[in-house]
């Protein structure tokens, strides 16, 4: 791979960008989309439909993964920047590489065309997906819980990490809509982060109310009152 990527800035789509908030726009790629969850009632219900998906939530606004919030609503307002003509992309994914070994950017979105990779990261994304849906129909463990807002942590924080360090080293030369988008997920990302400690409460004083209710039917020998 050349030591300059010359990559697509996918913009455009409600999904991550579409990512509802949480999006990232992933070059060469998809976008995620993550707007957060909302909470549930105190009884058990039916998970809610795809959540945003999550890793990929990596750093910038994504364009259909409907997942981890990432941003819908906002990024369906950024139209799809032009393909630049000539002349390689001018950021040097390697470089970036070797600054931020472990952010998922290079786990859920650098680019990439391997089937096999492409299905690890279906699966991984499956998995959250997943993850959610229990959260949300009260049906995790308190240990779960606290695992998938870990995660969300986890992927807003390397978003975070991965376009301001874009923005530092390449902010000068890369396209005004590009910058416009990094600029854009690191605000989304850092609101939800400030929102996460409540959801995170919320869910598990959910979870307790609806484990209390259960304990109390079976103490009831599982009777109507």
């Known amino acids: 791979m050349s030591t300059h990527a010359r990559w697509k800035l996918p913009l455009g789509t409600a999904g991550v960008l579409v990512l509802a908030v949480g999006a990232w726009l992933v070059f060469g790629g998809q976008a995620t989309d993550d707007g957060a969850p909302a909470a549930a009632p105190p009884a058990a219900q039916t998970p809610a439909s795809p959540p945003p998906v999550f890793a990929s939530t990596p750093a910038v606004p994504r364009a259909k993964d409907g997942g981890l919030d990432l ?5 369906a307002q950024v139209q799809a920047a032009p393909e630049e003509e000539s002349g390689p ?3 040097d994914l390697e470089a970036l590489r070797a600054k931020l070994p472990g952010n998922l950017y290079w786990e859920m979105d650098a680019p990439t065309k391997d089937p096999e990779e492409l299905r690890r990261r279906e699966a991984v994304k499956a998995k959250w997906n997943t ?3 229990k959260v949300q ?6 240990e779960e819980v ?3 807002y870990e995660h969300r942590r986890q992927v807003s924080e390397d978003a975070i990490t991965f376009a301001t360090t874009m923005l530092k080293d390449y902010g000068d030369k890369l396209p005004s809509e590009h910058r416009g988008l990094l600029e854009l997920s690191v605000n989304m990302h ?4 400030a929102e996460l ?3 995170e409460t919320d869910a598990l004083a959910r979870r307790e109310a609806h484990a209390q209710r259960q304990r109390e039917w079976r103490a009831g020998g599982g009777r109507q009152p």
């Open 197 to 199: 400690p409540r959801q």
């Open 137 to 142: 129909a009260n049906e995790a463990s308190e």
């Open 131 to 133: 993850l959610f849906g």
């Open 89 to 91: 992309y001018p950021v």
């Open 71 to 75: 941003v819908g609503a906002a990024t």
């Open 190 to 193: 850092r609101t939800r982060l």
């Open 146 to 148: 606290h695992q998938y």
